[in-house]
C-alpha cells in the first residue's frame, strides 16, 4: 500500500441503470482497497439487506417527530420525481456498489453524514416561512434567469458523467432555497470530503461512488483539506462495513 493512497470518483445519478453500469465497471476495473459509499448506518444496513425501512425503524432512527416526518416526505417525493423520470425507484447505484463490494470481498466505507443528524438539523432550518421566501427569491429572478436555468437542467441523465454536468441544478437550488442546499450538500460535502481525506492518508485506494451533485464540493473541500486551508477533524469517526450479501460465482472453465 503506498504512503498516499488515491480517489477514484463515480459521480452518479442514484437511480441511472447507465450509472449502476459504471459503478460496477470502475470497481471492477480499479480493484480498491475500499469502496467508499454515499451511505450512513441506516441507509447501508437497510440496502445491503434489501429491505425498505419499517415504520419502527423509522421511529428508532428518528425520535424527533419532526426529523421523522422529514425522512418520510423526502423519500415520498424522491421516489415520485424519480418514477415520473422513467427510473425505477427500488435500484441504487448505492446497491450495485454493495453487491460489487461483495463479489470482490472488499469493504465498505460509509462516509456520508448519519441521516438522522442531516434530517435533524434541516428540520431546524426549514419552517413555515421558507415558502414565502422562495416565492420572493424566484420573482428576484426574474423570467430570463428562470428561463436560463431551466434550459441549463436538460441535460439527459444517462450524460453526466461529473459534477460540472450537474452544477447548474446546485446553483439554483443555493439560489432558492440556501437553507436546505447548506444542509443536504454543503454540510454532507465536508463531512465526506473529511472521511476521504482520512482514507487517502492512510494508504488507502479507494473507488468513491458518490451522487454527482456533491462532487464538486467534495473536490473542493478535500483540495482545501491537502492545502492545509481546512484542519482534519480528529474525532470524526468513520465506518467500515462488510457486505453480507451472497455473491454467486461461476466459474467459468
Not at 421511529?59 to 424522491?78: H, N, V
Amino acid at each position: 500500500m503506498s504512503a498516499q493512497g488515491s480517489i477514484t470518483f463515480v459521480p452518479s445519478v442514484h437511480f441511472s441503470p447507465t450509472h449502476r453500469r459504471r459503478v460496477r465497471e470502475t470497481i471492477r476495473a480499479e480493484a480498491p482497497d475500499l469502496v467508499a459509499v454515499e451511505l450512513d448506518e441506516f441507509r447501508f444496513e437497510h440496502l445491503d439487506r434489501d429491505r425498505r425501512p419499517t415504520f419502527d425503524d423509522v421511529a428508532r432512527t428518528f425520535p424527533s417527530t419532526p426529523a421523522a416526518a422529514t425522512y418520510g416526505a423526502i423519500t415520498a417525493l424522491q421516489r415520485t420525481v424519480v418514477r415520473l423520470s422513467g427510473l425505477d425507484p427500488e435500484t441504487t447505484d448505492m446497491e450495485a456498489a454493495i453487491e460489487t463490494a461483495a463479489e470482490l470481498d472488499t469493504e465498505i466505507a460509509l462516509i456520508d453524514e448519519r441521516i438522522a443528524k442531516t434530517l435533524a438539523e434541516l428540520s431546524s432550518r426549514v419552517s413555515l416561512e421558507t415558502l414565502p421566501k422562495l416565492c420572493l427569491r424566484m420573482q428576484r429572478l426574474g423570467p430570463q434567469m428562470q428561463a436560463a436555468q431551466i434550459e441549463s437542467l436538460t441535460q439527459p441523465v444517462d450524460e453526466i458523467e461529473h459534477g460540472d454536468d450537474v452544477q447548474p441544478a446546485i446553483d439554483q437550488l443555493r439560489q432558492l432555497l440556501p437553507e436546505v442546499a447548506e444542509v443536504m450538500i454543503d454540510r454532507r460535502d465536508r463531512v465526506m470530503a473529511q472521511r476521504l481525506h482520512r482514507l487517502r492518508r492512510e494508504g488507502n485506494d479507494v473507488v468513491a461512488v458518490i451522487g454527482a451533485g456533491h462532487h464538486n464540493g467534495i473536490q473542493h473541500a478535500l483540495e482545501e483539506l491537502e492545502s492545509g486551508d481546512t484542519d482534519p477533524d480528529p474525532e470524526i469517526s468513520l465506518p467500515i462495513r462488510s457486505s453480507t450479501r451472497t455473491v454467486v460465482r461461476i466459474p467459468i472453465n
